[in-house]
């Protein structure tokens, strides 16, 4: 086999259910160039390492599978699926997820290879149940076009199964993103943003899976947020000091949320730490009315359970 031009990165674990229907979509690809797939399953229990293992007889020079003797997280499991990745592009498709147009790869590899000014290519997709039940047929409801490092700072945008990027982007990656949980993508994707240019198209060309079984999923609010500050705080390690303001003002923003969520769970101490932390990491002036705001809330919620707690 000729040296792939794409390398479509998958990670899987227990993903049997789905791994079909998304090794098709990749098959489906119409391209002018070689791919291949690069299969990095993180010891699943189920059937996932058997199909995987039909296709890899089928087109052994197309897909790699990695199968790990023991589970090495899902942080590790992404770089090193990466790291196997021959291709000039790496395609990023997790196993419960699948690709809708058969034309995606040659499009994004068209504008990589004309634009190098583009450091991530995406595209938009439909937001789908496990059942393939249409939540969201267009994500995310932004403009087409090309954002930068400001705008992926405040908000991950980027849905992963749209992502194509140059690969080697990966080894900039610092060392706390191994101690993230489920956070692969975000902080990938500020790397590429100081780098060139995130090029968001038009085209609707997959389907993201809202499963109901995902770990990041099932976990709640509250968790999502958490995973959220922990890397927004850590994120000024890769980002240079003009943009540091940025990212606390947006560290803030979810400190005031995990204040909320800690509150309502009764959490009234953890909530305070939360809400001094959305006061005290922004600037001054930034988020000031609601950083206010929250911080009064905890610290009163918190006064009201101690005096309730005496009077018990």
């Keep these: 086999m000729a040296f792939p031009v794409v390398s479509v990165a998958m990670t899987s674990y227990n993903s049997a259910s789905q791994l079909r229907r998304s090794f098709d979509s990749i098959l489906a690809q119409i391209t002018e160039f070689p791919i291949e797939i690069v299969l990095g399953d993180d010891c699943s229990n189920d059937m996932t390492i058997e199909i995987a293992r039909s296709y890899q007889q089928k087109y052994p020079r197309v897909v790699t599978i990695l199968a790990r003797p023991k589970n090495i997280g899902i942080q590790r499991n992404y770089y090193d699926t990466f790291e196997n990745c021959r291709g000039k592009y790496i395609a990023w498709l997790d196993a419960d997820d699948c690709w809708t147009d058969r034309q995606k790869l040659a499009i994004q590899v ?4 004309s634009d190098p000014s583009v450091s991530i290519c995406c595209h938009c997709v439909r937001r789908v149940t496990d059942k393939g039940d249409v939540v969201q047929g267009r994500y995310p409801r932004i403009p087409a076009g090309r954002y930068g490092v400001s705008q992926i ?14 690969n080697g982007l990966h080894r900039n990656l610092p060392p706390w993103y191994f101690e993230l949980h489920n956070m692969s993508d975000w902080p990938l994707l500020i790397l590429g943003a100081l ?3 995130i090029l968001l198209l038009d085209e609707v060309m997959a389907d993201y899976t809202l499963s109901s079984g995902s770990s990041f999923e099932a976990k709640g ?10 890397l927004l705080e850590r994120a000024d390690s890769i980002l240079p000091p003009e943009l540091h303001r940025a990212v606390h003002s947006n560290a803030g923003k979810h400190y005031e949320a995990v204040a909320y969520l800690l509150r309502t769970q009764g ?5 305070r730490a939360a809400a001094w932390k959305a006061f005290s990491l922004p600037a001054l002036g930034d988020n000031l009315a609601s950083k206010t705001k929250a911080l009064s809330a905890a610290l009163i919620h918190e006064t009201k359970y101690k005096i309730g707690k005496r009077r018990q």
């Design 267 to 271: 959490e009234y101490s953890a909530s």
């Design 110 to 113: 068209k504008v990589l290879e």
């Design 153 to 166: 700072i405040d908000h991950n945008f980027v849905p992963s199964p749209s992502i194509m990027f140059r």
């Design 195 to 197: 780098s060139g240019d």
């Design 221 to 230: 609010e509250l968790f999502r947020e958490k995973i959220v500050v922990q």
